[in-house]
């Protein structure tokens, strides 16, 4: 017997009363498609016109050895949906990635840390994968959302970025694309300590 792959279209999930499937796991109904649009965004990235745009005329990050390692202090734009929200995110020397968002605990559902990994892809190019959990109301996991990301430094304090999101099973796997991708802008943080 053979069974075909379920739909994850988005609108499916919000407007159906189906059980969703992930894999062969039968899932209730997700009615928070809506929130994982809101959070699909998080932090997600790809190529996108911006890097085109900065690379087109010249990088002073190209003639200067900068590294992404540090705290950013970053606004993300949902460029589909018109929501513009802050964020940090952290880049570790050991290749961890570290999240956190303005909009992580609204609306509804709280999303969990979000963790992943980067690397550096190339001289200026710095490809990240992060992931969290969405829960329901009674705090039980749904599903995970995975983002792409890719970053550029404009110079060693700022950076660009854009990104994809994916909604998976809880192991991971059985990703689909949710069709939410996103411009990031940038400024690293900088410690100031107290003045004298």
Not at 28 to 48: C, R
């Amino acid at each position: 017997m053979t069974i075909s792959p379920p739909s994850y279209h988005p609108a499916h999930i919000v407007n159906s009363s189906p059980p969703v499937y992930f894999g062969c796991m039968k899932r209730k109904t997700l009615n928070l498609a809506g929130a994982a649009f809101m959070i699909a965004g998080m932090l997600s990235v790809t190529n996108s016109p911006v890097f085109a745009q900065i690379e087109s005329h010249g990088s002073s990050a190209a003639n200067e050895e900068t590294s992404i390692e540090g705290t950013w202090l970053v606004t993300v734009d949902r460029v589909n949906q018109g929501i513009k929200f802050t964020a940090f995110q952290s880049f570790t020397a050991g290749g961890v990635a570290l999240a956190t968002g303005s909009i992580d605990r609204t609306p509804p559902p709280a999303i969990s840390p979000i963790y992943g990994g980067w690397t550096q892809m190339a001289r200026n190019r710095f490809d990240v994968t992060i992931y969290f959990f969405v829960f329901d109301v009674n705090g039980k996991p749904l599903f995970l959302i995975k983002n792409n990301e890719t970053f550029r430094l404009r110079d060693a304090n700022h950076l660009i970025g854009s990104g994809v999101a994916f909604m998976c099973d809880l192991e991971g796997e059985h990703c689909v694309g949710i069709g939410s991708p996103i411009q990031v802008t940038g400024k690293r943080v900088v410690p100031e300590g107290v003045p004298q």
